[in-house]
Nanobody, 121 residues
Framework: QVQLVESGGGSVQAGGSLTLSCAAS????????MAWFRQSPGKERRGVAQ?????TYSDSVKGRFTIFKDRTKNTLYLQMNSLNPEDTAMYYC?????????????????WGQGTQVTVSS
């Protein structure tokens, strides 16, 4: 069965870095568009970055975050640098069967349970 399990979240000071991991099972991530979304309290879940046929980053994270797949480990990563308090959110890993998927939530078929990132100023 398909599973996505996020890890690597935690608390960090503004300007610091974290790398999130998404371990996938039940499918091969190289055949899927993979993405990271995040959701802060009181806000909608928004796309952060995706990698598939396209590679897309939200404007708020461009130049700071990097998404990449480790195909040998079947794991997706999100390297986050220069973090600021506005990056505080629950971060979710997602997978889409469409190679054309971008950052629309409805485009993704499978979701992890999330990992919390908290950035203090």
């Amino acid at each position: 069965q398909v599973q996505l399990v996020e890890s690597g979240g935690g608390s960090v000071q503004a300007g610091g870095s974290l790398t999130l991991s998404c371990a996938a099972s039940g499918f091969t991530i190289s055949s899927y568009t993979m993405a990271w979304f995040r959701q802060s309290p009181g806000k909608e879940r928004r796309g952060v970055a995706q990698v598939g046929r396209y590679m897309t980053y939200s404007d708020s994270v461009k130049g700071r975050f990097t998404i990449f797949k480790d195909r040998t480990k079947n794991t997706l990563y999100l390297q986050m640098n220069s973090l600021n308090p506005e990056d505080t959110a629950m971060y979710y890993c997602a997978a889409s069967q469409s190679q054309w998927a971008r950052l629309g939530e409805s485009e993704y078929h499978y979701w992890g349970q999330g990992t919390q990132v908290t950035v203090s100023s």
